[in-house]
């Protein structure tokens, strides 16, 4: 077993990419509505799309032009947007059509290993969600995905977004560790840079196809992660679980 | 089954008394620390003190005198208070013999019932501690005793304290509710009043030796509260879980 974890307790897990795969699943529950609404788009680019107004949209609280609100309350701002670039007047589709899809993001699917992966990790780590989504869509996709957090930590906690050092910070303080005793576990190097600036151990888990086959971000670690795995049932062998 | 919460789709628990047994489990394990110091006084009535200087310091947080501070640091004030009461020097003992006493609260056992009726009641409805603790120490319990929250709620996400209406309805939010989408369930009449005011369904349950066989208070329902039980498989098969 890796030694660099061996004083952590507490795993935090991004999500979105890491632990669930959005790009297919959102590609699924949207392809009924894009077809209702006459949508020209394939739906695997319109996830991508959809997805691709993800950081700037944060972007603007990070920098303070904009006070904290939830993932979901974006998440709905940048649909629209996406609608009205494909020619679709999203004034003309019901609200709760809108809210709806937007709840995508809670019935994301887990990739194969997720559920496996993160039950034998709960055997010796307390784990929780780290990630940039709000507490209820978190839960409810916990739900729905059947991942077995002991806590939801992240962006809301702190009203941040990671990569910003609050939303590591105040997850670490509220699960009431420090931050040697705590790693992040994510498929994305700047979280993990983040992460190991503000004392978080570091597990990388390679996700060569979040984005589908064209990915090019992300195909390998940028540093010298602690821990570097391809699947959270790897990673559960690497730390001893 | 009930239609009383046929809308609800969250329970929130009040914890110390209602999940867990604290009074049995925090003698137990404070036994050998009162013989080590020479305490004199009676493990369970210690136990009981030691609670009785739970509502009155998380008062002086209520009432605005200070500032929030999470449950851990009120445990560990009234420890050091309870045993200058009984003649004990806390000065001579060392602070991590007192840090590791106060983490008696984060090992509690549960009432019998309590981790099958919350698996049950999990399988229709999400779960969550809504308790005075704060999210670490409810972290630790849960993992300890085996209660499988699906998220942790309470006092630290809104630094406030039952029966402050502010404790509910931050929990309420964070897990994206209506307020009648979701109920208490508590075996303290004065929570559910709280609750109950604040939009919430209740459940009240009976534990009539959370205080030992005295116990004189919430030895039944003070009102007409949604569903009565004595124990959480009961809740659940009133629930139809």
Redesign the interface.
């Known amino acids: 077993m890796s030694r660099a974890l061996e004083r952590v307790s507490f795993l935090g897990f991004d999500v979105f990419g890491t632990v669930v795969d959005w790009r297919t699943s959102v590609a699924r529950i949207a392809e009924p509505f894009l077809a209702r609404y006459a949508v020209q788009v394939d739906p695997l680019q319109f996830a991508s799309d959809w997805r691709g107004c993800y950081q700037p949209s944060m972007e603007t609280i990070r920098s303070g032009q904009r006070e904290y609100v939830t993932l979901?309350v974006l998440n709905l701002e940048n649909l629209v947007t996406v609608l009205a670039a494909y020619g679709a007047d999203p004034d003309r589709i019901p609200a709760q059509e809108l809210d709806e899809l937007t709840r995508a993001w809670e019935r994301l699917d887990p990739w194969p290993d997720s559920v496996e992966g993160l039950s034998r990790l709960k055997r010796r780590f307390?784990i929780?969600a780290l990630s940039n989504g709000?507490?209820?869509?978190?839960?409810?996709l916990?739900?729905y995905a059947g991942l077995p957090?002991?806590?939801?930590g992240g962006a809301?906690?702190s009203r941040s977004y990671k990569p910003q050092a609050a939303t590591y910070q105040r997850t670490i303080a509220?699960?009431?560790?420090l931050p040697q005793e705590t790693a992040m576990v994510a498929a994305h190097n700047d979280d993990l840079l983040a992460a190991r600036e503000n004392g978080m151990r570091t597990v990388f888990v390679c996700r060569p196809t979040e984005y589908g086959s064209g990915q090019t971000k992300d195909l390998a670690p940028a540093r010298d992660w602690d821990i570097v795995v391809s699947s959270l049932t790897e990673a559960a062998d690497a730390l001893g679980c």
Chains 1, 2 share one sequence.
Request: aromatic letters at 4%.
């Open positions: 979901d307390a929780g709000h507490i209820a869509g978190m839960l409810n916990a739900r957090w002991d806590v939801i809301e906690l509220a699960v009431g560790r």
